[in-house]
């Protein structure tokens, strides 16, 4: 009997266990379709029955069918009828292929409905291009644009920085599957301008914007005046860069001893790119010791543009003379300039007489306080004199030199005249020259010179007042000497 019972309860038992299992059922979950799919979004819709017990539903979701994220969980009561469940799914990619199911939970365990498949809508492609046919006011941008199967349009933003500013007109790229090749002018830009500009394309699935690129407005050409190299007694290389802006492009440079210039280099061409290129040009022929204004000058069809004006100065020493000629025993004025223009600079004086073979050191000078040197010469015959300073030599000056031809009247009708030089004149004509009423001078006597190069003469006029003078041509004073020619006597015969 006891076992009998100890069935019987077992049994019992049994019963009322299977009977409890039947009543809590697990909630059903259907996934459904998706709604409103975007590029970065999708509505995920289902049904959910709760069996009768508290449940709570949710989606998965995924690139792979182990989804990986979920939206957040919610309540779905305890009825016994079928509710519609949907979630926003957010922070898609676009044109990506998503998984997605509804799970349910309830007393009676975890459903999950079937897994389901959409894609996400794909953005239009937008690819920033070149700029071509770029003038000094317009240019042409040039990109692609893939509509990816949505209807799009698209335009260019451009401006002087990356906030752009200005954008062409919107354009229609279609509803195709393949990148399509666009381009918009652009104007009223400003010449030698660097622009920024992307491509942006729109469409229902969102907005996609290309690569920022940039491009220069040609303009006047940039130009750098650079210092002189290659600084001699009469030669320089001014040197400087020039950027043609895109546009064919001359350089020249303007030189001078003033900012007035006055002189200027041959034209050369720069060629038609958007680099900087270095530019020189040898000066020659130029003042010794002096100093030179320059600048840069380029040119296109955009303007021309000056370079900053900068100053160099020669090398060496200058020699200058106001005369070059003087008569014997009369002095000359010799001057010049050193190349640094400081005061107390030696400088040495060479002369070479005429008939002798090399020059001789004549004289040591220093330079005034503007760098300005003097030497008073007293040359006897023909000399040639230069200076040297600081191992420069100076070009060569020569002073020619007049025997000087005393005349003098010594009583009635009768006159003097003597040749002085640093050798005698015995035996050399001289000729006694008189003054016509027209102005010209006409010889009326030849006379010899005695031994001490002078000669005492008697002479008979008709007319009252006449202009008299002696003169010694080049040919009687001989080698070293210039003509000579004495001071005028007025002769009134009484």
């Not at 049904?47 to 539903?57: I, K, L, R």
């Not at 069809?301 to 000629?325: I, N, W």
């Not at 330079?367 to 040297?388: C, E, K, M, N, Q």
């Amino acid at each position: 009997m006891r076992v009998a019972a100890t069935v019987l309860l077992t049994g019992l038992v049994l019963l009322f266990a299977g009977a409890g299992a039947a009543a809590i059922a697990a909630p059903t979950a259907i996934t459904g379709p998706v709604s409103a799919v975007g590029p970065t979004s999708a509505t995920a819709t289902g049904t959910v029955n709760p069996s009768g017990q508290a449940t709570n539903w949710y989606f998965e979701y995924g690139t792979s069918t182990s989804y990986g994220r979920r939206t957040p969980t919610r309540n779905a009561g305890s009825g016994s009828a079928n509710i519609a469940v949907s979630a926003s799914l957010t922070g898609l990619a676009p044109g990506t292929t998503y998984h997605y199911r509804v799970v349910a939970t309830g007393a009676g365990g975890t459903t999950r409905g079937g897994d389901g498949i959409f894609t996400t809508l794909s953005t239009p492609a937008a690819g920033t291009g070149s700029a071509t046919r770029v003038t000094p006011t317009s240019a042409t941008l040039n990109g692609s644009v893939d509509p990816n199967g949505r209807a799009t349009t698209w335009f260019f933003e451009y401006g002087t920085s990356t906030a752009y500013g200005a954008r062409s007109a919107p354009r229609s790229a279609g509803s195709g599957n393949a990148a399509r090749s666009v381009s918009a002018a652009v104007t009223g830009l400003s010449p030698g301008r660097l622009y920024h500009y992307r491509l942006v394309a729109t469409s229902d699935a969102g907005t996609s914007r290309g690569a920022d690129r940039t491009f220069a407005t040609s303009g006047p050409p940039l130009v750098r005046t650079g210092a002189a190299t290659e600084i001699g007694a009469s030669t320089a290389r001014p040197t400087g860069a020039v950027n043609p802006q895109g546009r064919r492009t001359t350089w020249y440079f303007e030189y001078g001893t003033t900012t007035r210039y006055g002189s200027r280099t041959p034209r050369r061409n720069a060629g038609s790119s958007f680099a900087e290129q270095a530019v020189s040009w040898p000066l020659s022929r130029l003042r010794t010791a002096v100093t030179y204004h320059y600048r840069l000058v380029a040119r296109n069809d955009v303007g021309t543009t000056v370079g900053a004006d900068l100053t160099f100065r020669t090398t060496g020493v200058t020699l200058a003379t106001r005369t070059r000629a003087v008569v014997f025993g009369r002095a000359v004025m010799l001057s010049g300039r050193v190349g640094t223009a400081r005061p107390a600079e030696p400088v040495t004086v060479f002369a070479q007489r005429f008939g002798t073979g090399s020059p001789a050191a004549v004289a040591t000078v220093m330079t005034d306080a503007a760098g300005v040197w003097r030497f008073l010469a007293r040359p006897r015959i023909r000399t040639a004199y230069l200076v040297s300073w600081n191992g420069v030599t100076s070009r060569q000056v020569v002073i020619g030199v007049r025997p000087r031809i005393v005349f003098r009247r010594l009583g009635r009708n009768r006159f003097r005249t003597r040749v002085i030089a640093a050798r005698p004149f015995a035996r050399r004509l001289v000729r006694l020259q008189r003054r016509t009423a027209r102005g010209r001078w006409v010889t009326i006597k030849r006379i010899r010179l005695g031994r001490r190069s002078g000669a005492t003469f008697r002479l008979q006029l008709r007319r009252r007042a006449t202009r008299l003078r002696i003169v010694m041509s080049v040919n009687q004073a001989g080698p070293g000497y210039l003509a000579g020619i004495s001071r005028t006597i007025v002769y009134r015969r009484r």
